[in-house]
């Protein structure tokens, strides 16, 4: 019967006759076997019914405009014999879902049907994929850019430590401490950058703050568009310096734009003791683009970087 659907109407129907069947086994204590087969049959119900859903011209976006398609986006002409998702008895979430099942590979439609593998798992795998198509996309965006400037919503993850005026914090004199050999931005220079331009529509923002700086981190992670996650902490090999108390340690303040999960779950909060990096006045580890790769996806900023070029890396400004 599921071989002959050949029309959404009797792909729903087996679909729902499954879902009775299973329920009807159940109640009637048939035992697992019977239940998990009428289960496994509504499964590949679906997944038919989701390619049939693909294969109507309102899915494949070539209807003209008028009723709405099966999917919710495109539209029919108002004179159409069409059936609609109400006609059908489909809500747009079943289409919906049953579609998303359609467009997975062979091995997971088939994971799917014998239970191995849930929507869940195949939804997550869907947005992966078009996540890495869009990173892709900008990959190509950013090397054909002229500059930064001109790349739009291109980044996954930005790493930024902003070369701060530090007399915009009022301590002129940190035990002696020495003017930077680059070149600095006021806060209001630092809170213009185009880092809602420049980032794509799910990242990552890794900014640079010390303990002093804190108060201002929030401020341009709110102007830039992004929701404050956590703070990693880096625990330096030295003492620093300070009005009060000798800084020991600087911070990482972890912000999210969108929807952007980590690529690992084992993850801390507190940064390793790495040494200083090489490069002078405010340098940062050398491990620390590692560790972001491991956690964020690219293509990857790193904004007023000194460190060396690396892979999928693009490095902008002193």
Known sequence: MLAEADTIQKAKELKDLAITAAEWAKRKKMGSDAIEFAQSYGRRAEIRLGELL???????????TGRPTLGGHKALPPKSDAPTLAEL????????????IAQASSKDKEG???????????????KERKREERRKKNRAKIKEAPSIATIET????????????????????????SRPDYATLTFEQIL???LQKISDTNCHLYLWITNRSLPKGFALMERWGFRYITALTWPKPSFGMGNYFRGQT???LFAVKGSQPLKRKNAGTLLPTWKRGPKGHSSKPVEFPEFVE?????PYL??????????????WGE
């Open 54 to 64: 693909l294969d109507t011209e309102r899915a494949k976006g070539t209807a003209g």
């Open 89 to 100: 008895g489909i809500t747009k979430n079943e289409s919906a879902e049953a579609q998303v």
């Open 112 to 126: 799917f049907a014998t239970g191995e593998i849930s929507k869940t798992v195949i939804r997550r795998k869907r």
């Open 154 to 177: 291109a980044f996954s993850a930005i790493v930024i430590d902003p070369p701060w005026d530090f007399s915009d914090e009022g301590d002129h004199d940190q035990l002696g401490r």
């Open 192 to 194: 213009a950058l185009p």
């Open 250 to 252: 600087e911070h990482v």
């Open 294 to 298: 491991s956690c964020s996806p690219g």
């Open 302 to 315: 790193e904004m007023f970087g000194r460190g060396k070029p690396r892979k999928d890396w693009t490095i």
